[in-house]
């Protein structure tokens, strides 16, 4: 289970090399995402995920908002 | 693995930075003006025309301690008496907006409802600047 983190948290780990991971659709996340974010939807999210992410680093998903 | 949970909307609202193809349009952030005169509750009307000098005061944004928006002096509001206070003449609870929206919704919002200025602030409510309608319809209609 992902561990909820706050804006100042997250400025912290991108400083520390943090992956962030934008789980909307492509258009959305195309239309405008958080610097250095790659985009990996929600339904594409599968056991194979792992393999385009650097295992070494922490991972930050992101959706629109709480809801 | 960790998860923001306030996501995209809490990061843009805060005005930071972002990458993709909206993020090279115009926003209220980047069309606001800083440095718009400001004051407190208990400052007079006749304080903020003395800090203005011979400039004058178009618009003021009455905010607190932590910058955060409380209220606004329009031109109306500033015709006061030197004497009235802030409290007595400002209009409370402005509508204000996130820095990402863009500026075409917001020429068109206040075009629709007569909004000569509107603070920009975070989404904790702190100013960030104030958005001109003249402004804003100028750059909406490509007029940099």
């Known amino acids: 289970m992902p561990r909820p983190i706050d804006r100042n948290e997250l400025q912290e780990l991108r400083a520390n090399g943090a992956q962030l991971v934008e789980v909307l659709p492509r258009d959305e996340y195309e239309d405008q995402h958080l610097p250095g974010a790659t985009n990996i939807p929600l339904r594409d999210i599968d056991a194979n995920v792992k393999g385009r992410l650097d295992t070494a680093k922490a991972v930050v998903v992101y959706c629109w908002d709480t809801t | ?144």
């Open chain 2, 1 to 144: 693995m960790y998860d923001y949970v306030d996501g995209k909307v809490d990061w843009l609202a805060a005005g930071l930075p972002s990458e993709g193809r909206a993020a090279s349009k115009p926003a209220a952030a980047d069309v606001a003006r800083s440095g718009v005169p400001t004051c407190a509750l208990d400052d007079t009307l006749g304080e903020i025309r003395a800090r203005a000098g011979a400039t004058g005061v178009e618009v003021c944004v009455v905010v607190n301690a932590a910058n955060v928006v409380l209220g606004i002096l329009r031109e109306e509001q500033l015709k006061g008496p030197d004497s009235q206070r802030v409290d007595e003449a400002m209009v409370p609870g402005p509508s204000t907006f996130r820095p990402h929206v863009p500026i075409g919704e917001m020429a068109h919002y206040m075009a629709e409802h007569e909004l000569p200025t509107t603070p920009i602030t975070t989404s904790e409510g702190k100013l960030m600047g104030v958005l001109f309608r003249e402004d804003a319809e100028r750059v909406a209609h490509g007029d940099r």
